[in-house]
């Protein structure tokens, strides 16, 4: 398993951007499906975003296509989600989680495929 830490997180208005990362430790980072996950209260923790290895491909919710973008720099360890053209629905804290491989793929917005999460961090967004 890996340890992830997010960062990144914070207060911005409608329409602005922020640039979350993970810094994962542990060994063969860049073997894992890395995703990000974010949960409102009183909500569900869904699935936003998700990247296989050799950032070959990526995922999205439909919530979120066009305006987020995943990416990882596997010699940093380093997982990232750029959020851009930020909405207040958007508000919520934001985990990123890593996986085996196939998980990209298949179901990479389940988070019960998931076994490695970190301690998620806040984003708000206002109106």
């Known amino acids: 398993q890996l340890q992830l830490v997010e960062s990144g997180g914070g207060s911005v208005q409608a329409g602005g951007s922020l640039r979350l990362s993970c810094a994962a430790s542990?060994?063969?980072?860049?073997?894992?499906?890395m995703g990000w996950f974010r949960q409102a209260p009183g909500t569900e923790r869904e699935g936003v975003a998700a990247?296989?290895?050799?950032?070959?491909?990526?995922y999205y919710a439909d919530s979120v296509k066009a305006r987020f973008s995943i990416s990882r720099d596997d010699a940093k360890n380093t997982l990232y989600l750029q959020l851009n053209s930020l909405k207040p629905e958007d508000t919520a804290t934001y985990y990123c989680?890593?996986?085996?491989?196939?998980?990209?793929?298949?179901?990479?917005?389940?988070?019960?495929?998931?076994?490695?999460w970190g301690q998620g961090t806040q984003v708000t967004v206002s109106s």
């Open positions: 989680a890593a996986g085996t491989w196939s998980i990209c793929g298949g179901r990479w917005y389940d988070k019960r495929q998931y076994n490695s």
């Open positions: 542990g060994y063969m980072y860049s073997s894992y499906c």
């Open positions: 990247i296989s290895t050799g950032s070959l491909k990526t």
